[in-house]
């Protein structure tokens, strides 16, 4: 199975990781981009290891950029099945992480954007103990629903999106914030008035007291 890499930032305390933060870039960006959160929030969690590992396939028409999965696709079953054909090379990094660094699942929480939330939340559901939480921007669940035959664990969520995004309109956030719930998992939120398809300096300041208080 192929292997992740990307860019990371070592704790800010010196010593050994004691939490683990792994930002998941949207379709076409990387992990340069999304690891620039890591130094903001680093003071917040000055025993966590950040990590942004660049997604498993080149973007086509995407200089420098990845996917998760081709968006040839936008319909709820593409989509769902493109997620869930990419997941098991994501479980596996995550798995690596976690024997690497000699911590447990309550020891990590996942970050994503946008195509990178869709993979959150596809797979962190899905581990069979608990993440400490996910924390998704600008994105949307890869389905019709979430089948509750199939979520093992249910980690906190914060879901952040803007109220202007025309790439994943604000109506995926609402539709996967009900289906969180729905589902019974401990799910906060944020709409942003005027944002488009990006995050702004109130999600990453909401976004790293999240982290702090889940993973702290």
């Not at 290891?49 to 028409?61: D, I, K, Q, S, T």
């Not at 019974?184 to 990453?204: K, R, S």
Request: aromatic letters at 6%; proline letters at 8%; one cysteine or more.
């Amino acid at each position: 199975m192929q292997q992740l890499t990307g860019p990371s930032l070592t704790p800010l305390s010196g010593g050994a990781p004691k939490q683990l933060v792994v930002l998941l870039h949207g379709y076409g960006s990387n992990g340069a981009d999304l690891i620039g959160l890591a130094p903001i929030w680093r003071p917040l969690l000055p025993d966590a290891l950040f990590v942004a590992p660049n997604a498993p396939e080149r973007c086509p028409g995407a200089p420098g950029g990845y996917q998760w999965w081709a968006l040839h696709d936008l319909g709820r079953a593409a989509l769902a099945a493109g997620a869930q054909a990419a997941a098991p090379v994501l479980d596996a990094y995550l798995d690596g992480l976690l024997a690497e660094h000699g911590l447990s699942e309550d020891r990590l929480a996942l970050v994503g954007f946008s195509q990178g939330t869709m993979m959150a939340l596809q797979v962190g559901p899905r581990r069979e103990r608990p993440l400490a939480g996910i924390l998704g921007y600008s994105g949307m669940i890869a389905g019709a629903a979430l089948d509750p035959a199939e979520i093992r664990s249910k980690p906190r969520v914060l879901l952040v999106h803007g109220d202007a995004d025309t790439v994943v309109p604000v109506g995926a956030y609402t539709h996967a914030h009900g289906e969180l719930q729905r589902l019974g998992f401990e799910v906060e939120g944020h709409v942003a008035p005027g944002l488009g398809h990006g995050v702004d300096p109130e999600g990453v300041d909401l976004g790293g007291k999240f982290l702090g208080r889940v993973l702290g």
